[in-house]
């Protein structure tokens, strides 16, 4: 999955920067440069490796806890299982990818989520060392909560598209 994940962040992170930035500028009263460096530098620490080191610990986890083997899709939790704990990881179920590889993208968003917030955070709250710690840390949730409601779109429309063209 982080193959599809990476360039679909990489797309995006242009926004992402420039709408955490404009978040940023009027909740914190930056200036729009000053807020767009932060964004920037903190996009790219949570982008580049925040991203991949969460997938990489998922797919670890999978494989330590028996996630590595197939769990079938004949019955709800075998499909549930197949998409949630093996989310970083998909078994190649070649037929069943086209619904499979956005769900599995969604399920990833979540702690993409949140390793994004705190490694943002952290990197936000260095840079804009003379704001308050607490209002950094929500106003960085909040800036988040937004593009990851953005980046929603991608699996969806992945979905979309692989529905609408057939699979």
């Known amino acids: ?5 990476m360039p679909a ?13 404009m978040y940023l500028s009027r909740k914190l009263g930056l200036k729009t440069a000053s807020a767009v460096k932060t964004t ?16 990489l610990l998922l797919v670890l986890v999978q494989m330590v806890a028996g996630g590595g083997g197939a769990f079938g ?3 709800m939790l075998g499909k549930v299982l197949s998409v949630t704990f093996q989310a970083a990881w998909l078994i190649p179920y070649e037929s069943e990818l086209y619904w499979m590889i956005p769900v599995a993208g969604l ?7 949140f390793v994004s917030w705190w490694s ?9 060392h ?15 909560i937004i593009t990851y409601t953005l980046l929603v779109l991608w699996p969806i429309g992945f979905w979309v598209i692989n529905n609408t063209t057939g699979q």
């Open 40 to 55: 920037t530098i903190s996009n790219l620490v949570s982008t580049l490796a925040g991203v991949p080191l969460t997938w």
């Open 107 to 113: 399920v990833l968003l979540v702690p993409f989520f």
């Open 130 to 144: 003379d704001h308050p710690a607490q209002t950094v840390k929500v106003v960085v949730r909040n800036a988040n």
């Open 120 to 128: 943002e955070y952290l990197v936000t709250k260095k840079i804009l």
């Open 1 to 5: 999955m982080i193959f599809l994940v």
């Open 9 to 21: 962040l990489g797309l995006s992170i242009i926004p992402i920067i420039l709408i955490e930035a």
């Open 73 to 75: 899709l004949d019955t």
